[in-house]
């Protein structure tokens, strides 16, 4: 629900991707030092070696795989901006999530978009406009987010 959400992800996916390479390149180093156990000094060099190989790995693949933000990211990032305080965005973000998913083309019966409104008006808006329109609408009728949220809950639509 939260934006760091999706640069975790994509960090704890070039940390997977970094152990994975350095085990399958050490693999190799490791087998030849087990057979040349009797000359330290090549192993001890090879053991250096493994932390170097690894760290250029990970700054080469961190640095392939940028972290992009999705639609629904940029949908969030705009409401939070037309909302300043954090509690009230999280109460919208809930709604939101609850009613479409984020997906402004969601439908269900006579309701469309982020905010599930009735007008066919509302339907044809740009996400952001309709982010607007929601955020105008339950500030008109309930007086903030979380009043709406609240009735939510009770009532199972707002």
């Known amino acids: 629900m939260k934006l760091v959400d999706n640069l975790w992800t994509t960090r704890s996916k070039c940390a997977r991707l970094i152990h994975i390479r350095a085990t399958y390149l050490t693999r190799s180093l490791r087998c030849h030092r087990l057979k040349r156990a009797a000359v330290a000094d090549s ?25 992009q933000a999705t639609e629904t990211d940029q949908y969030r990032l705009y409401a939070h901006s037309r909302i300043i305080n954090y509690n009230q965005y999280i109460c919208l973000s809930k709604i939101i999530h609850k009613e479409s998913r984020w997906n402004p083309m969601a439908k269900n019966g006579s309701h469309y978009g982020l905010g599930q409104m009735r007008s ?6 740009d996400p952001y406009r309709q982010i607007d329109s929601t955020v105008k609408y339950v500030t008109i009728r309930y007086g903030s987010m979380c009043n709406a949220w609240r009735f939510h809950e009770r009532h199972g639509f707002y």
């Open 120 to 125: 066919k008006h509302y339907r044809n808006l």
């Open 43 to 67: 192993s001890q060099g090879r053991m250096h070696l493994t932390p170097l190989l690894c760290l250029i790995l990970g700054l080469l693949s961190i640095q392939a795989i940028p972290a």
